[in-house]
């Protein structure tokens, strides 16, 4: 069973761990609260550094998210990556608030030109410290050959989320 602590949650509805609003506030420093004006808000800020980076991750898989999703829940060791990837992406954000970039309509107000979108926001929604904890542990979570091949045969069971229990 997918495992919540002080520090994250797994969301069971949506399928991944999320950092709790105050674990960030007291041990980061990050109060996401008060930036964002309410704990909803804050929440949501949350929901959405977890989705980052868990895109990230399926963009980097061939096959089988469900899979993926099974086994970033129930691994233990890669519950430590998820989580110290989840912190460098909560700091990412922090400091640069990069997913606004994300959200702008690239086009500039005051002479209707259309911003190219690297243009507006560039390549990078992932912080190159995140991207560097899923490339170092073990294999690497972004590496397909070898950790793909292995999880590959568990691939003929079917994945249910409630029989699974994730």
């Keep these: 069973m997918p495992t919540n602590t002080t520090q994250m949650t797994y969301d069971t509805t949506r399928h991944l761990y999320v950092l709790t609003v105050a674990y960030l506030k007291s041990e980061m420093g990050i109060d996401l609260e008060e ?28 096959k089988n998210k469900r899979l993926w999703e099974y086994y970033l829940a129930f691994d233990e060791d890669v519950r430590t990556v998820i989580q110290n990837c989840l912190e460098e992406q909560a700091r990412y954000e922090w400091e640069s608030n990069a997913s606004m970039l994300e959200y702008q309509i690239g086009v500039n107000l005051l002479n209707g030109v ?37 999880l590959s045969a568990f691939s003929q069971t079917e994945f249910d989320y409630t029989t699974m229990g994730y």
């Design 35 to 62: 930036r964002e004006g309410s704990l909803t808000r804050a929440k949501d800020k949350c929901y959405q550094i977890s989705r980052t980076v868990y895109n990230y991750i399926y963009n980097h898989k061939l």
């Design 114 to 150: 259309k911003i190219d979108r690297d243009t507006l926001r560039g390549e990078r929604r992932v912080a190159v410290a995140a991207e560097d904890v899923l490339r170092n542990y073990k294999n690497g979570l972004l590496i397909i050959v070898g950790r793909e091949l292995y």
